[in-house]
Nanobody, 115 residues
Framework: QVQLVESGGNLVQTGGSLRLSCTAS????????LGWYRRAPGKQRELVVT???????NYADSVKDRFAISRDNAKNTVYLQMSSLKPEDTAVYYC?????????WGQGTQVTVSS
């Protein structure tokens, strides 16, 4: 089974920064797509960013100029660098890896931005 382990969630003040990490149990090259989603209280899960096998990224408009996805292939780890955080960014953040039409999800990590 594919395992994804997230870390880095924390409580941070408005305007602060965090870096989330997601470490996979196997090489990132084994996946066609990688990304991050989030679920805020009382809301459905929504896209944060995805990155395809060609390196093309797709950011939600709400985070486009503030968040950045990156990867360290040697560590099997995907990162989400978040800056200029806002209270509306408060959510549980999940990483996802996809291959052969199957999505694998991490357990989620809580990000709370105080107002």
């Amino acid at each position: 089974q594919v395992q994804l382990v997230e870390s880095g969630g924390n409580l941070v003040q408005t305007g602060g920064s965090l870096r989330l990490s997601c470490t996979a149990s196997e090489s990132l090259f084994r996946f066609n797509g990688l990304g991050w989603y989030r679920r805020a209280p009382g809301k459905q899960r929504e896209l944060v960013v995805t990155i395809g096998s060609t390196g093309r990224t797709n950011y939600a408009d709400s985070v486009k100029d503030r968040f950045a996805i990156s990867r360290d292939n040697a560590k099997n780890t995907v990162y989400l660098q978040m800056s200029s955080l806002k209270p509306e960014d408060t959510a549980v953040y999940y990483c996802v890896a996809s291959r052969f039409g199957v999505d694998y999800w991490g357990q989620g990590t809580q990000v709370t931005v105080s107002s």
